[in-house]
């Protein structure tokens, strides 16, 4: 018998690191196991502490859109670490970067670059706090959009919306301006207006949850946030972290422009993608809106690695791949084809199966049919979930650990990885 030396270091790890992970779904704690350390990653693969390789459906949850080590983006961080980490002072780079975001999502006339989605979120509802001059906000059960204390909260039982903190350490009084509605629920929507609607300050939403798996807003529902924001004065904060850039080009917000003639939210919260892979996200939104942020206005915000020299070199060179020609046509056509071949794979097996997918971010599910909100998302059987999981580690694919998360497809991805995932799956659907 080898030496296991992912548990090794497992072990090793949870010594000094709580959990022996720095962020919690990491540790593979949903599904058991031993989470496998990576010792490297080469376009759509990566190798563990064994050696084993694995095809990627995380892509580091959805910053890799261009699969790891792309040549251009290798390049261009490998020529701006030379020129220096971080100064602390405006590099031209941050300029092109802000420029290149604006010019794929034009609801932002301007737009703040930070290190963390988190970071990005907070800042986004202090401003439209702070711009509105109102505390209350609404958020969507099942919605993630950071680790900020008034954003740690679930549904409170009953009727109070109030919600109450799903983290110890957050006061209630921390989350007692939040409000928290299941999403797609329309009639909760109109609900909350009547009674909050003059003092709130916002709406924050994941377009397209990719944090209850993958689940849509409906038109309807987007299209009644918009409409009741305008008619409230309150303001619409698409959190596209996760959808920016990797649903399509223009992000989420240009998937429901096509069905619902002039979109646009106020205020926009971007990561992963935009950073492709190094510490870096962003908030922007209305010239009138950032315009209340310091050193400008009354509304305070500040990073020491903000705009930092190396991300945003790998940022810009990121952006520059997903513009070119047919990139989203091709990226969609292989999420596609891995949706309709593991749909296609457990129905020949008799397993209750759906799927979504929008350019290069998926979900899957086993029902028949797709879940509206979280409560049904997390109704899942975690047994099956859990055997198709380490099924499909042990043949060597690797998707997220844990069933209310979603995946990812990159550019590096072939039609032979697509094709060897399908086969895996409908192995492990034959066995169940
Ligand atoms: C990942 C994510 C965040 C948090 O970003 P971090 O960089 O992990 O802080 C916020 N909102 C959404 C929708 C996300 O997917």
Redesign the pocket.
């Given at each position: 018998m080898t030496v296991d030396r992912n548990q090794t270091l497992f072990d090793r790890a949870r010594q000094v690191i709580p959990g022996g992970v720095n962020?919690p779904v990491r540790a593979f704690k949903a599904v058991g196991g031993t989470p496998r350390f990576v010792q490297r990653a080469q376009g759509a693969y990566f190798w563990d502490a064994n050696d084993k390789k694995y095809i990627d459906y995380i892509g580091s949850?959805?910053p890799m859109i261009l699969g790891h080590g792309h040549p251009a983006v290798v390049e261009a961080v490998q020529k701006a670490l030379l020129d220096g980490f971080s100064f602390g002072a405006p590099t031209e780079r941050e300029v092109e970067l802000a420029e290149a975001i604006l010019a794929r999502v034009p609801s932002m006339d301007m737009v703040r670059l930070v290190s963390?989605?988190?970071?990005?979120?907070m800042s986004a509802i202090r401003v439209a706090r702070g711009a509105t001059g109102r505390s209350k906000f609404i958020k969507f059960e099942g919605?993630?959009?950071?680790?900020a204390d008034a954003l740690l909260v679930k549904a409170g039982s009953g009727l109070a919306t109030f919600g109450n903190p799903t983290s110890a350490g957050v006061p209630p009084e921390v989350v007692q301006h939040t409000i928290v509605l299941e999403y797609n629920n329309l009639q909760q929507l109109e609900e909350a207006f009547v009674t909050h609607g003059k003092e709130l300050a916002c709406i924050i939403i994941?377009p397209i949850a990719?944090?209850m798996n993958f689940v849509r807003a409906s038109v309807p529902f987007m299209k009644r946030c918009r409409e009741l924001c305008t008619e409230y004065g309150a303001l619409l904060l698409l959190?596209?972290?996760?959808?920016g850039m990797r649903v399509a080009l223009g992000s989420a917000q240009s998937v429901y422009a096509r069905e619902i003639p002039g979109f646009e939210p106020d205020m926009t919260?971007l990561?992963?993608v935009i950073g492709g892979g190094m510490p870096l996200?962003a908030f922007g939104g209305k010239r009138h809106l950032m315009e209340q942020l310091a050193p400008l206005g009354p509304v305070y915000q500040a990073g020491t690695l903000s705009g930092n020299p190396v991300a945003t070199a790998c940022g810009l060179a990121t952006l520059a791949e997903i513009g070119k020609p047919g990139f989203y046509e091709e990226l969609g056509r292989k999420t596609q084809s891995l949706i309709s071949g593991l749909t296609a794979a457990a129905t020949q097996a008799g397993i209750p199966f759906c799927g979504d997918s929008e350019g290069g971010m998926f979900g899957f599910f086993l029902f028949p049919e797709l879940p509206q909100n979280y409560a049904k998302v997390m109704t899942t059987d975690n047994k099956t979930f859990n055997t198709l999981f380490h099924g499909l580690l042990d043949r060597g694919v690797y998707i997220a650990p844990a069933l209310y998360e979603a995946g990812f497809m990159s550019a590096a991805h072939t039609d032979a990885d697509i094709a060897e995932t399908v086969a895996a799956a409908a192995e492990i659907f034959a066995s169940l």
């Open positions: 962020s949850w959805g963390s989605g988190t970071e990005a979120g919605c993630y959009h950071g680790h994941e990719g944090n959190d596209e972290v996760m959808t919260v990561g992963k996200a």
